[in-house]
């Protein structure tokens, strides 16, 4: 049976899109929206954004399947490539590219670094089915992303934004971001739905069975990332009313970096992976594992740390409204090189 991008998904771009737009609006017309977001903090924390960030975190791992990771570590191959892509190439790649585009607006460059230091667990899945590769390595390799993710985020955003920059003698990158800061933010906002979700999958499956977790379960809750994320894009779009002129302008300085890094990545990964004579399936899972970005955990970030007004996280919302579209593109190459995809 051919697999399709889920309406929700496919529209994803123009629901980004609306969003914006809706914040925009409510913000410009009603400018009095930002007091009423106010009352609803605790210090620097917005309860209900925040409620909306762990919401938007929890399905996609709820998804996982932690116990079958040391299936994937026995294939040290592929792992070690996996790894290497996803914690290395990527970050620095990533890195390259904000300096090279953004380097006068250091605080568009440091969302950028903290985009591509986030390695994606939520639509990988999505783009793996699409390119008919390998699901349950797609999977084995989320799991594996979301341990890594929880316990090296902290401290690559300390290398990559504290120390980096002051080492390559960036002069105009003068921002500097709290390791302890990051660090709550990711037990937070990654830890707590790692924990829902590990738990929601142990007990569920323990008591309603695996077929009712995942035929019935998972489809019920996996929209709620999408409708976390738009009311989260709305609400910080909704204190941008007066700002309304420059947002273009800003959405094609940032998405001119992230296009080029996801089509480097994609075309990296895959090459490596088809000299390296992994099969086709794998080397998709590992390409769009690697090619794909947490955007969730990259808005949280730099919400907790920066702002809801700050321009990190406005880079962090404009992410996957260039993913979508751009690895549409890419699962139509990957279906094309397949073509021609032999290995001798």
Known sequence: MKTK???????????????????????????????????????????????????MMYPPLAKVNYSLLPQVMRDKKVISV???????????????????????????????????????????????????????????????????????????????????????????????????????????????????????RYFLMKFKGKEWYSQKFIPAISPVTLYALLFTIVLMFSLKGGKILELPMDVVKIAIPLIIYFVLMFFISFLINKWLRVPYDKNVSIAFTATGNNFELAIAVSIAVFGIHSSQAFVGVIGPLVEVPVLILLVKASLYLKRSYKLK
């Open 5 to 55: 991008l889920k309406f929700l998904d496919r529209y994803l771009t123009l629901w980004i899109f609306l969003a914006m737009i809706i914040g925009v609006g409510l913000g410009y017309f009603f400018p009095g929206i930002s007091v009423i977001t106010n009352s609803f903090s605790s210090g620097t924390t917005n309860i209900p954004l925040a409620i909306g960030l762990i919401l």
């Open 82 to 200: 996996s790894l290497i892509l996803n914690w290395i190439v990527g970050p620095v790649l990533m890195f390259v590219l904000a300096v090279i585009f953004l380097k006068n607006e250091p605080d568009f460059m440091t969302g950028l670094i903290l985009i591509g230091l986030a390695r994606c667990i939520a639509m990988v899945i999505v783009w793996n089915d699409l390119a008919k590769g390998n699901r349950e390595y797609a999977a084995l390799l989320i799991a594996l992303n979301s341990i890594f993710q929880i316990i090296s985020y902290s401290f690559l955003v300390w290398l990559f934004i504290n120390i980096l920059p002051q080492k390559l003698g960036l002069g105009n990158f003068n921002v500097s971001v709290p390791i302890s800061d990051v660090t709550e933010s990711v037990l937070i906002y990654l830890g707590i739905p790692f924990l829902a979700g590990f738990l929601s």
